[in-house]
């Protein structure tokens, strides 16, 4: 089977195509189909998946590698295999939509509608079948099993994230992120990047529910502490211009935000039911930096 190689990217797809050759050319009734696997990289990725483009360029995407498999009646299964240069940033791109029930593929799986998703190491892996009948769902899942157990490693998730407090954090909401517009398909926050987000922070986000109430909260470790403080300041001025002596402000909408700051790291609550949750988040958020 041939490879083609787009925009001069060969440097970029080795580790890619370590894992094209480990790939077997059929798996029970489905086999590649005849013709060329084809790699992407951060600018030819658009001619591939125009809409989604700037999701994996968000997440630092090295580059894509594609196949398609099909069994011969018809129907097709697209494999995408995205190496994300890090195991934090594939672990990042798989949050960012996390709709579907859980599987025990790779280091963690969701199924919905046709589409296997999952991570391992550096690799995001996308399993998506054109139509969902018996024989393509066992199909993407076989094929999903097969790719996972060619990713020999394991990786680990962001530091970040592992810093959220645990009690009635929601897990099919954590999200890790670099990007304000990544930050601004789950939360609005503006336009602008108040934050000074970009590809040297990294952010976790997480829904929480607990007996007070529901509430939002975001983690920012910066590089460096000159950095958190304009963030932190940018926010306090355009965000919470109205918030009392402890940080804390009642929004437009009925519900509390507060900020802080700890080192390098900057906790922002959005939407608490009350002052009171948006306190204690806070300050569970400090102990958890401590």
């Known amino acids: 089977m041939g490879v083609v190689f787009l925009a001069g990217i060969k440097a970029q797809a080795d580790g890619l195509e370590n894992l094209r050759l480990s790939l077997p050319a ?10 060329e696997d084809r790699f992407f990289d951060r600018e030819s990725i658009f001619t591939y998946i125009n809409g989604a483009g700037e999701l994996y360029r968000a997440y630092n995407m090295r580059g894509c590698f594609s196949r398609r498999y099909s069994n011969g009646r018809g129907a097709t299964i697209i494999l995408d295999l995205f190496d994300m240069g890090s195991s934090e940033d594939a672990f990042g791109v798989f949050t960012h939509d996390q709709d579907g029930d859980s599987l025990d593929i790779g280091q963690g ?6 589409w296997l998703s999952f991570w391992k190491d550096r690799f995001f892996v996308s399993v998506y079948a054109d139509a969902e009948r018996a024989e393509t ?12 157990s060619r990713i020999k490693t394991e990786g680990s998730k962001p530091w970040i994230v592992s810093r959220l407090p645990q009690r009635g954090v929601q897990p099919k909401t954590v999200r ?10 789950h939360f609005y926050l503006s336009d602008d990047n108040l934050l000074h987000l970009g590809p040297s922070t990294h952010a976790a986000l997480a829904m929480y529910k607990r007996i007070e109430g529901d509430a939002l909260l975001l983690l920012v470790m910066y590089p ?3 950095l958190a403080a304009k963030g932190y300041g940018s926010f306090l001025k355009h965000y919470l211009p109205d918030r009392d002596s402890g940080g804390i402000a009642l929004l437009e909408n009925g519900k509390y935000s507060g900020a802080t700051l700890k080192d390098n790291v900057l906790i922002v609550v959005f939407d608490a039911a009350s002052r009171e949750l948006a306190q204690t988040l806070i300050k569970e958020s400090v102990l958890e930096l401590s």
Do not use: C, D, Q
Request: proline content about 2%; hydrophobic content about 40%; aromatic content about 8%.
């Open 137 to 148: 769902i066992r199909g993407v899942k076989e094929l999903g099993r097969a790719v996972a």
């Open 176 to 185: 890790y992120l670099h990007s304000h517009v990544i930050l601004n398909s």
């Open 26 to 35: 059929r798996i029970n009734e489905w086999s590649a189909e005849p013709g």
């Open 109 to 114: 799986a969701l199924y919905r509608a046709g």
């Open 224 to 226: 460096e502490s000159a």
